[in-house]
């Protein structure tokens, strides 16, 4: 789980890396890029990543999740590698939005792969947990900023390469552990490869056996499964669009309005705390460290409650809660209420919330459709989130920002308010039930409004208990 997980760990070092060494690219000994330009560069890495979703998410489902998320692990040392080499805006955003690309793969292949190895009763708050450790990667790109970003310490023509070099060093150790991640035996089961699955699944009921003195019963229920292999794209838009359409619905609610909230306040905080509050550069890491803390407390104190509580119930709730913080914060910040320290709190607060519902996002997309067509659910609606959501987030916040305008950029964050408390409406009316089931038993669910049964299911199989 550590080395799959990683992968969030190397996107929140990209983005704290972009937000942190921000206020440092406009200068013209480094590459004198306009508050425009950086935002437009963050774009490109979104951009990247949308189309990086959607082809390594098609080819996870084509031929596995373990060859994919080391081909994306792959490609995105080497696009950090090239971004610490950028001379100027158009090469700083083309190696941006390469880089995207291989994290956008990778969010596909690793999720499908964490959800299918991982036992029913402890998959949401794992998933949470994992997904949380994004902000890992945002504190240690906070923390290495304050070093990095000091010209003490390096010049900043220097320090901002040294930076973005440092995602490559740690995606490089990772490849090497990853190699030994089994292949998903329901995976291995669909495309018919039945004796490869027998054997994974095997060597790990020997290593649970070994650990916890427990031998392995066999299945409360037995389920045939129908070796489908690759389905068609028709086959996979009659399920997302007739079978499971309110899910998708719920699933474009959840990845649209995190993507805008996150990329359009996080890509530019840097940006926010030089051109209102006059912080210089090497304190920008200073106010990132306990905001990225805050981000990462939040799945950790409430990832169990999604198991125990419910999938729909705490969406609503952490969904509503972010919503409502976001908005006071943007009317505290228009009326110039709030110094650079209260902002932060305010921000810790309303993150503390987010960033437990972003990750419960992930795992709801991940879990609530059938394997044959996970890893393209996964890559579609993170996609169209990302695209609809995030990709125009940050260029517009730069724009508002640049204008100098405290109520423009407050409506940002209205903006943010409103897409977070209309999703905790649709996942209180559209939500799944997922908790505690076996993802099989979740495909089985019909897909329904609250007014039937669903709710009322139990949760019966081996994977459940």
């Known amino acids: 789980m550590i080395a799959l997980?990683?992968?969030?760990?190397?996107?929140?070092?990209?983005?704290?890396?972009?937000?942190?060494?921000?206020s440092v690219l406009n200068e013209p000994t480094t590459l004198g890029l306009t508050e425009t330009q950086i935002g437009a560069s963050a774009s490109a890495y979104l951009a990247g990543a949308v189309t990086g979703a959607l082809f390594f998410g098609r080819l996870s489902d084509r031929f596995g999740r373990k060859k994919l998320f080391l081909v994306t692990l792959a490609l995105y040392v080497v696009a950090t590698t090239l971004t610490a080499l950028s001379w100027s805006f158009i090469s700083f955003a083309v190696f941006r939005a390469l880089t995207g690309a291989g994290i956008g793969g990778e969010s596909s292949a690793v999720n499908s792969a964490i959800d299918e190895l991982l036992p029913a009763r402890v998959r949401g708050r794992t998933a949470i947990i994992l997904n949380g450790t994004y902000w890992l990667g945002t504190a240690l790109g906070a923390a290495a900023s304050v070093i990095l970003l000091n010209p003490r310490f390096l010049p900043h023509q220097i320090g901002w390469r040294v930076a973005f070099g440092m995602g490559a060093v740690l995606g490089i150790m990772i490849v090497f552990v990853r190699r030994h991640i089994a292949e998903s035996p329901r995976w291995l089961l669909l495309h018919g490869r039945v004796e490869e699955a027998e054997h994974t699944?095997?060597?790990i009921e020997q290593v649970v056996a070994a650990e916890s003195g427990f031998s392995p019963s066999g299945p409360a229920i037995v389920r045939t499964i129908e070796v489908k292999g690759t389905v068609s794209f028709s086959a996979i838009a009659y399920e997302?669009?007739?079978?499971?359409?309110?899910?998708?619905?719920?699933?474009?609610?959840?990845?649209?309005?995190?993507?805008?909230?996150?990329?359009?306040?996080?890509f530019t905080y840097a940006l926010v705390l030089r051109k209102f509050y006059n912080v210089v550069p090497q304190r920008i890491g200073l106010y990132i460290l306990p905001f990225a803390i805050s981000n990462w407390i939040g799945p950790l104190a409430l990832a169990q409650l999604f198991d125990r509580k419910g999938r729909k119930i705490m969406l609503a709730i952490t969904y509503a809660l972010a919503g409502v913080l976001l908005a006071g914060t943007g009317?505290?910040?228009?009326?110039?209420?709030?110094?650079?320290?209260?902002?932060?709190?305010?921000?810790?607060?309303?993150?503390?919330?987010?960033?437990?519902?972003?990750?419960?996002?992930?795992?709801?997309?991940?879990e609530v459709f059938p394997v044959e067509m996970r890893g393209l659910a996964i890559a579609l609606f993170y996609a169209i989130g990302t695209a609809i959501g995030g990709v125009g987030a940050p260029a517009l916040f730069g724009a508002l920002i640049q204008s100098g305008s405290r109520t423009h950029v407050a409506f940002g964050y209205v903006c943010g308010a409103v897409l977070m408390l209309g999703t905790a409406l649709c996942a209180l009316v559209l939500g799944v039930p997922a908790e505690r089931k076996s993802l099989e038993e979740i495909a089985e669910m019909p897909d329904v409004g609250p007014a039937k049964d669903v709710n009322e299911q139990k949760t019966v199989g081996p994977a459940a208990q």
Request: a positive charge; aromatic letters at 18%; proline letters at 0%.
């Open 5 to 22: 997980g990683v992968i969030w760990i190397l996107d929140g070092l990209e983005v704290t890396i972009v937000g942190s060494v921000a």
């Open 201 to 203: 699944l095997r060597k």
């Open 240 to 266: 997302l669009f007739h079978r499971y359409r309110r899910r998708a619905l719920l699933c474009l609610s959840l990845m649209i309005s995190q993507a805008f909230t996150y990329n359009a306040i996080f």
């Open 331 to 366: 009317y505290g910040f228009a009326m110039n209420w709030l110094t650079s320290y209260s902002l932060l709190l305010c921000w810790c607060l309303v993150f503390f919330f987010a960033s437990a519902a972003a990750s419960a996002s992930y795992l709801t997309v991940s």
